[in-house]
T-cell receptor
Framework: GAGVSQSPSNKVTEKGKDVELRCDPI?????LYWYRQSLGQGLEFLIY????????KSGLPSDRFSAERTGGSVSTLTIQRTQQEDSAVYLC????????????FGSGTRLTVV | DQQVKQNSPSLSVQEGRISILNCDYT??????FLWYKKYPAEGPTFLIS?????DKNEDGRFTVFLNKSAKHLSLHIVPSQPGDSAVYFC??????????????FGAGTQVVVTP
């Protein structure tokens, strides 16, 4: 597609429920990144994919967080047993040339855990 | 431990004047620096970057300056326009395996350009 697409744009969930966030990167972009921005904070790295593998998942906050990418395209970030501190905007980005040349970000998914 | 710091959470500037945004970093392995701009309810968009082999990069109204010895960079916007009102994030990366990997972002500076 023309840009990075994320769905849903907003998600309200009850504490303890599982959520899935989806990212459709720009076609042909081999690198895909997940970040999150909590209220008043900067962007926090979560995980990045090169193709379908994840060379760096060091930013995932706990084992409740997981992500996968299939077909070198769509990625899903799953948060199990959501907690209130998981409330944030989750941003996905993709790149064809690596971090140094800038990512293209999606508009994000605003997750609210109540 | 935050490796990229933007110590000014907000900046107000009059239209037509210069906006100067500052960023400090602690990791001496960083060798590529980027600025992103973010409007509400949108993802950040890439603005300008600089490699550590340079000390200045200019693109239209935007200029980024890098002082490696001080581990400091700044973004100058001149002249400032109302459409520049946004949150600006400083980001950094290290070459090698990280060149495809993560960027470290600062907390952002909210710029408001007043008429």
């Amino acid at each position: 597609g023309a840009g990075v697409s994320q769905s849903p744009s907003n998600k309200v969930t009850e504490k303890g429920k599982d959520v899935e966030l989806r990212c459709d990167p720009i076609s042909g972009h081999t690198a895909l990144y997940w970040y999150r921005q909590s209220l008043g904070q900067g962007l926090e790295f979560l995980i990045y994919f090169q193709g379908n593998s994840a060379p760096d998942k060091s930013g995932l906050p706990s084992d409740r967080f997981s992500a996968e990418r299939t077909g070198g395209s769509v990625s899903t970030l799953t948060i199990q047993r959501t907690q209130q501190e998981d409330s944030a905007v989750y941003l996905c980005a993709s790149s064809s040339q690596g971090a140094n040349y800038g990512y293209t970000f999606g508009s994000g998914t605003r997750l609210t855990v109540v | 431990d935050q490796q990229v710091k933007q110590n000014s959470p907000s900046l107000s500037v009059q239209e037509g004047r210069i906006s100067i945004l500052n960023c400090d970093y602690t990791n001496s392995m960083f060798d590529y620096f980027l600025w992103y701009k973010k409007y509400p309810a949108e993802g950040p968009t890439f603005l300008i970057s600089i490699s550590s082999i340079k000390d200045k990069n200019e693109d239209g109204r935007f200029t980024v300056f890098l002082n490696k010895s001080a581990k400091h960079l700044s973004l100058h916007i001149v002249p400032s326009q109302p459409g520049d009102s946004a949150v600006y994030f400083c980001a950094a990366s290290a070459s090698g395996t990280d060149s495809w990997g993560k960027l470290q972002f600062g907390a952002g500076t909210q710029v408001v350009v007043t008429p």
